[in-house]
C-alpha cells in the first residue's frame, strides 16, 4: 500500500466523521460542503435527494421531524464498523453501522453506503445511502 492511500484512507474516514458531528449539531450550512456539487443522498423510503438543495431540503424535513417528535431535538449518532476502499487517487467507497441515540435513548439503527470523489483537495460523498435496520417502537424516526 502506498502512502497516498493511506492518506486517502484517513481523510474518508475523517470525512465519514465529520458528517456524524455536524449532523448531531444541525450545522447544514457545513454539512452540505461535505458533499460533492451533484452529490445524491437515499436516506429511508424518500425519493433520493440529488444535489444541494434537495439535499438541504431532506436535512431540514429531518431536523424538523426530531423536534416534533422529542421534547428535546437532541440525537447523537455512533458509527463503528467503517471499512475504506480506496479505489484510486480520485475515488473510494466507505461502509460503517450506525446507532442514533435521542433523549428516549436507541432510537434506530443501520448502515450507511458510500462513494466519495476526491475535489479539490478533499474527500466528499457523492452518493450516500442510509439504511435503517430497526428502530425502538417510539422511535422519531419510524
Known sequence: MESWELIARELVRETVMRYVHLVDAGRIDELLELFAEDATLEAGERPPARGGAAIRALFLDTQ????????????????????????????????????????????????????????????LFQHRRVRTDGSAAASAFR
Open 64 to 123: 424538523t421531524r426530531l423536534a416534533a417528535a422529542t421534547t428535546r431535538p437532541l440525537i447523537r449518532h455512533h458509527v463503528s464498523s467503517l471499512e475504506v476502499d480506496v479505489l484510486g487517487p480520485a475515488s473510494a467507497t466507505a461502509r460503517s453501522y450506525f446507532l442514533a441515540i435521542t433523549e428516549r435513548g436507541p432510537d434506530h439503527w443501520g448502515r450507511y453506503r458510500d462513494r466519495l470523489v476526491h475535489v479539490d483537495g478533499r474527500w
